[in-house]
T-cell receptor, first 114, second 114 residues
Framework: GAGVSQSPSNKVTEKGKDVELRCDPI?????LYWYRQSLGQGLEFLIY????????KSGLPSDRFSAERTGGSVSTLTIQRTQQEDSAVYLCASSLRQGPTEAFFGQGTRLTVV | AQSVTQPDIHITVSEGASLELRCNYSYGATPYLFWYVQSPGQGLQLLLK??????LVQGIKGFEAEFKRSQSSFNLRKPSVHWSDAAEYFCAVGATGGGNKLTFGTGTQLKVEL
């Protein structure tokens, strides 16, 4: 695609439910990143993929958060047993390679846990 | 660990006036530095980046930034602001190892008065 695509754009879920957020990176981009943007916490790194492997998961806030990437392309971020503090905008980015290069961001998924 | 400080949370300028947004970073090696802009409800768009070489870098929309190693700064400038520049601006530093995960500053919200 022309850019990084994220779906859904908005998600409202009840506390305790599981949610899946999807990211389609730019075709050919081998590196993929998830970030979270929330009031009071700013933009936080969650996880980084190079191909299908995740060499850096250091930003995942708890074991309720997981992510996978298949075929070196689409990635899914899963949050289990959602809590109100999970409410945030989840941003996905991709880049052509690892190392110093431009990362392109999607428009994000706004998650609201009620 | 790297960190980024954007000391100004809000800045208001008149249309046509010059602009400087401050960014200070902390990083043990040569940093890779970025400025991104975010309009309401949108993802992040890259304005400019510094990896090496000329310390004055030009970006899109008439923005420029100067890397000053001695001051650990990477301030963003624009000689004449347009009303459409109103947005939130983020400075970020990229890690040189283990991918290019970004550490962001807390952002500066720019308001442009007509």
């Amino acid at each position: 695609g022309a850019g990084v695509s994220q779906s859904p754009s908005n998600k409202v879920t009840e506390k305790g439910k599981d949610v899946e957020l999807r990211c389609d990176p730019i075709s050919g981009h081998t590196a993929l990143y998830w970030y979270r943007q929330s009031l009071g916490q700013g933009l936080e790194f969650l996880i980084y993929f190079q191909g299908n492997s995740a060499p850096d998961k250091s930003g995942l806030p708890s074991d309720r958060f997981s992510a996978e990437r298949t075929g070196g392309s689409v990635s899914t971020l899963t949050i289990q047993r959602t809590q109100q503090e999970d409410s945030a905008v989840y941003l996905c980015a991709s880049s052509l390679r690892q190392g110093p290069t431009e990362a392109f961001f999607g428009q994000g998924t706004r998650l609201t846990v009620v | 660990a790297q960190s980024v400080t954007q000391p100004d949370i809000h800045i208001t300028v008149s249309e046509g006036a010059s602009l400087e947004l401050r960014c200070n970073y902390s990083y043990g090696a040569t940093p890779y530095l970025f400025w991104y802009v975010q309009s309401p409800g949108q993802g992040l768009q890259l304005l400019l980046k510094y990896f090496s070489g000329d310390t004055l870098v030009q970006g899109i929309k008439g923005f420029e930034a100067e890397f000053k190693r001695s001051q650990s700064s990477f301030n963003l400038r624009k000689p004449s602001v347009h009303w459409s520049d109103a947005a939130e601006y983020f400075c970020a530093v990229g890690a040189t190892g283990g991918g290019n995960k970004l550490t962001f500053g807390t952002g500066t919200q720019l308001k442009v008065e007509l």
